[in-house]
């Protein structure tokens, strides 16, 4: 268990295995076809075997790992699945909080659940998110993101960004990338390049997402992903002086433009991140 072809981290973690479709990304799960390949073996069931099945005996994996790793979490899944209890997911967060070493990426498309959860959790712990789990949403179009990233900013976390794979469309991060809008005039400030910290209304401090992912649905079926969707992404993210990462095309490339883009979060816990 644990390795894994996904470029922007050294391992997964699958407490928890199988899912359901929720939104267009969905369509073409590649996580629904490995579990088909596995079906009868692995832990996933023989009669259905991309039925969301809870693994407890792999809570203590990430123990094993000495060396300080990018986890992602439930890449077979979604933690906040509805059949995930609150109670198993408690001490997948027990792991997270005792495994300050590592750096945890978790991923959903249920932000609505991950922010009742946390709230409840912070509530219960008298604590603050753990550091080292950084939350993102994966949002498909322009529609996904507008349900889904102002929900992922309302959560307290160290480091929160979004997904943008399979990339089914256009879309526009620029209200969530700049972070500073003036209430005067409506404007959007850039906290990297400009200076408002004197703005009489705004005074900067909304939430802003730090990190952007971008990539091609692949495997049979694949949707077309037009390469300026791709393009427009990552200008927006330069602008903002926010990390971009390109995962690949559907005929596997990497390249935009003639080159990779492999930017990652400065802010780590743990281990070298990038």
Not at 18 to 24: A, L
Not at 54 to 59: S, Y
Not at 175 to 204: A, I, M, Q
Request: proline share 8%; hydrophobic share 35%; glycine share 8%.
């Amino acid at each position: 268990m644990g390795a894994t072809r996904i470029e922007y981290t050294d391992v997964v973690w699958n407490p928890v295995t199988g899912c359901s479709p929720v939104s267009e990304g969905c369509q073409n799960c590649y996580a629904r076809r490995f579990a088909q390949r596995l079906r009868g073996r692995c832990g996933y069931p023989s009669d259905n075997p991309f039925r969301v099945t809870l693994h407890g005996a792999r809570w203590n994996e990430p123990f094993r790992w000495r060396k300080p790793r990018r986890v992602f979490v439930c890449s077979m899944s979604d933690l906040f699945h509805e059949d995930v209890p609150d109670g198993f997911i408690d001490d997948v967060m027990s792991t997270v909080s005792a495994c300050l070493q590592h750096t945890f990426l978790l991923l959903t498309k249920r932000p609505d659940r991950m922010a009742n959860y946390f709230e409840a959790w912070m509530f219960r712990k008298q604590r603050q998110i753990p550091p080292n789990l950084w939350l993102g949403v994966s949002v498909e179009n322009q529609r996904r993101a507008d349900e889904r990233i102002p929900i992922l900013l309302q959560i307290p976390a160290a480091m929160r960004f979004v997904s943008c794979e399979p990339l089914l469309g256009p879309i526009d991060l620029s209200d969530w990338l700049y972070c500073y809008v003036c209430h005067n005039t409506g404007e959007h400030y850039n906290p990297v390049f400009d200076d408002v910290e004197d703005c009489p209304v705004c005074g900067g401090g909304l939430p802003e997402l730090d990190w952007v992912i971008a990539g091609a649905e692949t495997g049979p079926g694949a949707r077309p992903c037009d390469p300026e969707w791709v393009r427009s992404l990552r200008d927006q993210c330069k602008a903002a002086g926010v990390p971009f990462f390109f995962k690949r095309w559907s005929n596997t490339s990497r390249l935009v433009d003639g080159r990779e883009w492999n930017e990652m979060p400065c802010r780590v816990s743990g281990g070298d991140a990038g």
